[in-house]
């Protein structure tokens, strides 16, 4: 026999409401729920490629990602610039 009190409320017919409009009821222990994705719009189910932003992160990769990218055509930059001051001075001493 389970304890009694310790178990929370049980809401069969719970709604759940995504952020693309779509509602289904399933049991939970909340009356309702909100989500940012179900099997209507994830893009896994959908076949789209689609980036579901929440509080910005997918921005903040982006950006790390463009100043990564930048960095490595500063350092690309660099060493051929460095390459090509040492050529000549290589090509002198082989005379």
């Known amino acids: 026999m389970p304890k009694q009190g310790i178990h929370p409320k049980w809401y069969p017919n719970a709604t759940v409401v995504c952020s693309c409009g779509n509602t289904f009821t399933v049991g939970s222990t909340q009356p309702s729920i909100r989500t940012d994705v179900c099997a209507n719009c994830h893009p896994f189910y959908t076949g789209e490629q689609r980036i579901v932003d929440t509080a910005g992160r997918v921005d903040r990769f982006m950006m790390r990602l463009e ?8 350092v ?5 610039k460095s390459e090509e001051k040492a050529k000549p001075a290589a090509a002198k001493g082989r005379r």
Request: glycine letters at 0%; zero cysteines; proline letters at 0%.
């Open 67 to 74: 100043r990564r990218e930048q960095r490595a055509q500063q």
């Open 76 to 80: 690309q930059a660099a060493q051929t």
